[in-house]
């Protein structure tokens, strides 16, 4: 498959998996459009186009020519510049079966200096839930400047840059991957109705993903509540590029959420949640993000032939 159509369909997926609704990123994008057809023809070379096709800011096709075929792909959690060493070197050990395509989970390069940007559909996620879309913008806006303000000093193409150095096709789906994890999740909750913290649990212990990491000694965890305690109405917060707005306990709890079910929680977060009455459930970071891979690949590998090889905290598991 063309390197332009694997992240079309990433694109794609990411969207069919996104939890808000979808005529929300059709007027997105519609906006971005007429955003675009208003600038002068100076202002359009300084335009991002990707924005006119892509709502998520933090997956980017960052190197590469979209018209090559690819038919080995790599994919990490994390992929920097000691992986893409390691890509070079073994393509030059084994030239007949190279890797094309680097694909790491987490944003780099002009992905990871706008993340911040894709914060935005946390809002309409916490108005899905009963939060007033004014309190939930509010929050989440002051987060996102926030962010902004700490990676702003970066150097963000330092890992991009070494793509290009060593000739190496790079992208990075991470919004896209998170969306997968949180459908999910919400189809089983919804499907198997956890009444108790411990139904939940045993629910997330069911999955490799997460029985992987419970063997690597990174269990889900509870960290607010009790095993026996009813979980209530369920919150499960795994997308948006990264953690929301810390005060916006107060307004979950408002809107009647019983339990959050989350990927991890700063400590910043954490002292929030303290002494709420709000259970929090932590299913763990890299096993979350290894769930939502998996379930993006097995639909991209139904359209494309190509072979995923993993590294970099990236275990391949199909359904």
């Known amino acids: 498959m063309k390197l332009k159509k694997i992240y079309e369909e990433i694109i794609r997926e990411g969207i069919a998996a996104d939890p808000r609704d979808k005529r929300l990123i059709q007027e997105y994008l519609q906006k971005q459009k007429e955003r675009y057809q208003a600038l002068s023809s100076q202002e359009k070379i300084n335009f991002d186009k990707e924005t006119l ?175 026996s305690d009813r979980a209530g109405k369920l919150f499960v917060d795994m997308t948006g590029g990264t953690e929301g707005p810390k005060d916006i306990v107060d307004n979950l709890l408002q809107a009647g959420v019983g339990t959050l079910v989350g990927m991890h929680l700063s400590e910043e977060h954490y002292k929030k949640f303290q002494g709420k009455h709000i259970n929090v459930i932590i299913a763990g970071h890299i096993a979350s993000d290894n769930l939502g891979l998996n379930l993006l690949l097995d639909k991209i590998e139904k359209t494309a032939k190509i072979k995923i090889l993993s590294f970099s905290g990236f275990r391949r598991i199909k359904r």
Do not use: W
């Open 53 to 227: 096709s892509n709502p998520y800011a933090d997956s980017r096709l960052l190197n590469g020519d979209p018209g090559i075929d690819i038919k080995t792909a790599i994919v990490g959690i994390d992929i920097d510049s000691s992986e893409l060493l390691f890509i070079n070197a073994r393509n030059n050990e084994n030239k007949k079966q190279k890797i094309d395509l680097a694909i790491s989970h987490h944003p780099q390069g002009i992905a990871y200096a706008s993340f911040h940007d894709v914060m935005d559909m946390q809002a309409d996620i916490f108005h899905n839930m009963g939060v007033p879309i004014n309190i939930a913008e509010g929050l989440v806006d002051e987060r996102k400047k926030e962010v902004e303000r700490r990676i702003h000093a970066s150097n963000h193409h330092r890992v991009t840059d070494m793509a290009k150095l060593l000739n190496i096709p790079f992208m990075c789906a991470h919004t896209p991957a998170d969306n997968h994890v949180v459908s999910f999740l919400n189809k089983t909750f919804e499907a198997k109705k956890p009444q108790r913290l411990e139904d939940i649990m045993n629910i997330l212990d069911s999955f490799e993903e997460y029985k992987i990491s419970k063997r690597e000694h990174v269990s889900p965890n509870i960290l607010f509540g009790k095993p």
